[in-house]
């Protein structure tokens, strides 16, 4: 089996960094695309960041210049930096990335668990 496990999530005043963390673990024979979204309360779940697996990242327009999305392929692992943090970026966040097992060969769509942001004003 496959799990996305994340950190890093927290309360912080706006203005203020933090940095989320996910590791993939599992039977993993490859992981293309790895992606950060968020949903708050009564909004569906968008899509923040995103990063191929040659290093390409997009960014949704809300957090451009503020958040940076990098990935280790070497360790399985994405992060996504937060600067700037605005009351509005408020959700949570939940990694994402499209992973094909070992065995058997099967690639799926796969989420952690979320991880709660609150930047108060």
């Known amino acids: 089996q496959v799990q996305l496990v994340e950190s890093g999530g927290g309360l912080v005043q706006a203005g203020g960094s933090l940095r989320l963390s996910c590791a993939a673990s599992?039977?993993?024979?490859?992981?293309?695309?790895m992606n950060w979204y968020r949903q708050a309360p009564g909004k569906q779940r968008e899509l923040v960041a995103a990063i191929t697996s040659d290093g390409k990242p997009k960014y949704a327009d809300s957090v451009k210049g503020r958040f940076t999305i990098s990935r280790d392929n070497a360790k399985n692992t994405v992060d996504l930096q937060m600067n700037s943090l605005k009351p509005e970026d408020t959700s949570v966040y939940y990694c994402?990335?499209?992973?094909?097992?070992?065995?058997?060969?099967?690639?799926?769509?796969?989420w952690g668990q979320g991880t709660q942001v609150t930047v108060s004003s």
């Open positions: 994402n990335a499209r992973i094909v097992m070992r065995f058997p060969r099967l690639e799926s769509d796969y």
């Open positions: 599992g039977s993993i024979f490859k992981i293309d695309a």
